[in-house]
C-alpha cells in the first residue's frame, strides 16, 4: 500500500494543475472580454450634429388682411420647410468642408432663403394694411450644438488598445482639399434680368429700379468675397459660400421685381430662372 501512494499523489497533483489551468484559462478569456470587446462597442459614439434653430415669425406678425392670409400662411409654411431642408443637410454633411463649412453652405443660404420668405410676407400684408417694418432681423438662424464625441478613452485603458478613428467633426479629414478651395481664378457672371422685363408701369419705375441696382450691388460683393477668400474653403467652396447665397439674394429681388410691376400690370413668370450665377474661369 505505501508504495501506491505516490502514484495517487501524482495523479492528484495532476488533476489539481489541470484545473487551475482551465480555471486560469477561462479568467483570461472573460478578462480579455471585460477588457476589450466591450471598449469597441462603447468608443466614439457621436451624439449628433445638432439642429438649426430660427426665430418665430408668426408670432411676430400684426393682424393679417383676409386678402393676403392665403400668401401669408403659405410662406410661414416655407419657412418651416427651409428649415427641415437645413437640417436635413446638417445630417448629410457631417465631416465636410472646413470650420466654417455650416457657416456658409447651411446658414448663410438659409438666412437669404428666409429673407426672400419674410420679404414676400411683409409686403402681401402692406398691400392692404401698414407693412410690418424689422422683420428681417428674424432672418438669422443659428446652430444648437448637441456635444462633442465620446472617445472611451478610459475603457481603451482597461486592457485594450482601441484604434484610433476621427470624428465626423475633426478638420483632418478636409485639411488637404482646403488648399484646392477658392482658387481666385474667375469672376462672377449672372443672367442680366433688365432686359427680361416686360413694360414696367410707372408706379413700380422706382421699386423695380431700386432692386435692379442692389442685383448689382449683390454681383459686386460676391466678386469681392471671392477675391477675399482666396485659398478657402474645399472643393464646393465657392459654391456653397459665394454661390448658392447669391443665387438666394438674387431670387429675392427678382421676387420684388415681379411682385412690384404684378400690382398694376400682369406679373411676369419664370423671373427665377436668372437668379443663378456662375463662375467664368
Not at 148 to 164: I, L
Not at 248 to 267: F, H, L, N, Q
Amino acid at each position: 500500500m505505501p508504495r501506491a501512494l505516490p502514484k495517487y499523489n501524482k495523479r492528484r497533483v495532476a488533476l489539481i494543475g489541470g484545473a487551475a489551468a482551465l480555471a486560469l484559462s477561462g479568467a483570461v478569456i472573460v478578462n480579455s472580454a471585460l477588457a476589450g470587446e466591450t471598449p469597441k462597442s462603447n468608443a466614439r459614439t457621436p451624439t449628433g450634429p445638432g439642429t438649426i434653430s430660427c426665430p418665430d415669425v408668426a408670432s411676430r406678425l400684426p393682424a393679417v388682411p383676409a386678402t393676403a392670409q392665403a400668401e401669408v400662411d403659405r410662406n410661414l409654411a416655407l419657412l418651416q420647410t427651409q428649415i427641415d431642408e437645413a437640417n436635413k443637410r446638417l445630417v448629410e454633411t457631417v465631416g465636410q468642408g472646413g470650420p466654417n463649412f455650416v457657416q456658409n453652405a447651411i446658414l448663410g443660404p438659409l438666412a437669404s432663403k428666409r429673407t426672400a420668405a419674410i420679404d414676400r410676407i411683409a409686403i402681401s400684408i402692406g398691400r392692404t394694411a401698414e407693412k410690418p417694418q424689422g422683420l428681417g432681423a428674424l432672418a438669422t438662424c443659428t446652430l444648437n450644438a448637441q456635444g462633442a464625441v465620446d472617445t472611451g478613452e478610459e475603457e481603451a485603458g482597461a486592457g485594450e488598445e482601441v484604434e484610433a478613428t476621427p470624428s465626423a467633426a475633426a478638420p483632418s479629414a478636409a485639411a488637404p482639399e482646403e488648399e484646392e478651395g477658392n482658387t481666385g481664378v474667375g469672376t462672377i457672371s449672372c443672367p442680366d434680368v433688365a432686359s427680361q422685363l416686360p413694360a414696367v408701369p410707372a408706379t413700380a419705375q422706382a421699386e423695380v429700379d431700386r432692386n435692379l441696382a442692389l442685383l448689382q450691388t449683390q454681383i459686386d460683393e460676391a466678386n469681392k468675397r471671392l477675391v477675399d477668400t482666396v485659398g478657402q474653403g474645399g472643393p464646393n467652396f465657392v459654391q456653397n459660400a459665394i454661390l448658392g447665397p447669391l443665387a438666394s439674394k438674387r431670387t429675392a429681388a427678382i421676387d420684388r421685381i415681379a411682385i412690384s410691376i404684378g400690382r398694376t400690370a400682369e406679373k411676369p413668370q419664370g423671373l427665377n430662372a436668372l437668379a443663378a450665377c456662375t463662375l467664368d474661369q
